[in-house]
């Protein structure tokens, strides 16, 4: 893991850098604390969760989800994660390119 920037943390898998043309797979840990900001992208994104649980906020519904699951944020839908429990989250997020476009709504 990188060090912690701004209460997260990331490594990548797969991108253009190992010769992948539309495919990125990353872990991210989210710290206690953290707090997205809402944004769309124009692509799937695959989001599991493999450590923790993290509260996802999507197209105004806010659900907790929990080691194991995997949660989706469809193409131009608005979503938001945040961890506000006392460990880290550790997630590996999946999307079809290696250019990803985000929209910030706030």
């Known amino acids: ?13 797969v991108s253009r850098e190992q010769g992948a043309a539309s495919l ?3 872990e991210v ?5 953290w707090e997205g900001r809402l944004h769309t992208h124009p692509t799937d994104i695959a989001i599991m969760v493999s450590a923790g649980a993290v509260q996802l906020i999507i197209d105004d519904e806010l ?4 080691a194991g699951c995997t949660l989706f944020a ?17 997630l590996l997020v ?4 290696t250019d990803l476009e985000t929209d910030y709504l706030e």
């Open 29 to 33: 840990e989210l710290h206690p604390g």
């Open 94 to 97: 999946t999307y079809p390119t």
């Open 63 to 66: 659900r907790t989800v929990r």
């Open 74 to 90: 469809p193409p131009g839908v608005p979503h938001k994660l945040v961890n506000k429990l006392w460990i880290p989250v550790r």
């Open 1 to 13: 893991m990188s060090a912690p920037e701004d209460y997260r943390a990331e490594r990548t898998f």
């Open 24 to 26: 990125t797979v990353k």
